[in-house]
Each structure stands twice: as C-alpha cells, then as structure tokens.
Nanobody, 123 residues
Framework: DVQLQACGGGLVQAGGSLRLSCAAS????????IGWFRQAPGKEREAVSC????????YYQDSVKGRFTISSDNAKNTVYLQMNSLKPEDTAVYYC????????????????WGQGTLVTVSS
C-alpha cells in the first residue's frame, strides 16, 4: 500500500525553526513529486513547496521563500521541509502528498496524501 507519514510538527515561538519529515513507501519514489501543503483554521488548503525527486527541482510559495527549504533523501524515501524564521501565520496542519509525472503543477494531481502534522507558532 502507498503510505505517506508526516511528522515533526510541534509548538515553536515566532522566529524559531522546525523541520518536518515525510516518509514515503509503496511507490517508486524517484518517479514522483512530493509536495507540502498546509491548512490553517478558517482557510483553504494551500501549497507550500514541492520537490521533483528525479532531478531535485524545487518550488516555493512566495510567502515562504527564503525561510523554508525542501529537500529529499531518495535512499530513505524521505522528504524534508526545513522551516526557519517561523511566523504565527505559518500555523497550520501540514500535509505531504505525492504526484506522478508532471501532475505536481496542481493540487488535483496529488494522488496520495499523508495524515498531516500540526505546526503551531506562538507570537
């Protein structure tokens, strides 16, 4: 079975850092893109970042550029999201998801989703 497990969330003060992990199994990791999404209370889910595992190409939402870094370890089938200079606005449940081929360009292209991990940033 395809499984995506997100972990690493927690409570951190504004300006602090946190690293999220997404462990994947059940599919050919190198053939997929892995994206991070988040959903804050009262808001729609939004894309944060994604990485194309085959060539390590990365993409970021404007609001996190310069603060967040996505990376992958193909040997471990794991994707990371390093979050620095965290803001209260970053508070959300963070999800990782997998998309095949070129389907990473849209949220609709992500076929597999993890359970999410909660990040809370205090002011």
């Amino acid at each position: 079975d395809v499984q995506l497990q997100a972990c690493g969330g927690g409570l951190v003060q504004a300006g602090g850092s946190l690293r999220l992990s997404c462990a994947a199994s059940g599919f050919t990791f190198d053939d997929y893109a892995i994206g991070w999404f988040r959903q804050a209370p009262g808001k729609e889910r939004e894309a944060v970042s994604c990485i194309i595992n085959s060539d390590r190409s990365t993409y970021y939402q404007d609001s996190v550029k310069g603060r967040f870094t996505i990376s992958s370890d193909n040997a471990k089938n794991t994707v990371y999201l390093q979050m620095n200079s965290l803001k209260p606005e970053d508070t959300a449940v963070y999800y990782c998801a997998a998309a095949a081929g070129s389907d990473y360009v849209s949220e609709k292209g992500y076929d597999y989703w993890g359970q999410g991990t909660l990040v809370t940033v205090s002011s």
